[in-house]
């Protein structure tokens, strides 16, 4: 026995991943890796293939070649169910625009990936988020009356409320004001650090890339530093 540990396998790793759409190739053999507690900046320009590999990395897609592997299991084989099944708890997702439910209240949005996996005793888990991204009182409201910031913290509270191994962000701040995107990307990355969560953001704002740990450059369907 030794005191030194192992290192786990990475929390999200994508080996030579290719897809396209309609014999149009958009990722031509994508490989990177995301390490526990590790933020990972992607950017490249609109239509590069971000949110197409983003999609593929939450296994909301299956590529059409390379790997998928979340915490050491591969998932690209699975069928669509049993991944989304896998994916409830593991993965939480923040998109551009948060797709809120319009018609449950902030705390029960931030409550449903928890419940979808059985949690009931969720409650007081989505309260302690929604303190600490500043909308304890909220918790009665429609995302309806919530400003643009106000609903992104919303959706960051939901994509934590599992404590996912893997938080995957595209454009999270992308529809936000500068003081909105700054307090948006604080709260989602201390937040996903605290909980020790691999963080992969899609991101066109170099002042949010910026916070990342390391960035990559998604350019003609490949990753490049
Ligand atoms: N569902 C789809 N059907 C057809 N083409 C798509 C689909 N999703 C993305 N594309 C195409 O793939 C390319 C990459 O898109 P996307 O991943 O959204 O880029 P980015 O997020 O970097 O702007 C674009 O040319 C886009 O039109
Ligand atoms: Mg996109």
Known sequence: MTNTALPGPPALEAREVRHGFGGHPVLHGVSLAVEPGEVVAVSGPSGSGKSTLLHLLGGLDTPQGGEVWWAGERVDLLDTQAR???????????????????????????????????EGGSEARARALLE??????????????????????????????????VVLADEPTGS???????????????????????VLLVTHDERQAARADRALHLLDGRIGV
């Open 84 to 118: 989304a099944r896998r994916r409830a708890g593991r993965i939480g997702l923040v998109f551009q625009h948060h797709y809120l439910l319009e018609d449950l209240s902030v705390l029960d949005n931030v409550r449903v990936p928890a419940l979808l996996r059985g």
């Open 132 to 165: 600490r991204v500043g909308l304890l009182g909220r918790e009665r409201d429609l995302p309806g009356v919530l400003s643009g910031g106000e609903r992104q913290r919303v959706a960051v509270a939901r994509a934590l409320v599992t404590r996912p191994a």
């Open 176 to 198: 936000l004001d500068r003081a909105n995107a700054d307090r948006v990307a604080e709260l989602l990355l201390g937040l996903a650090r605290e909980q020790g969560a691999g």
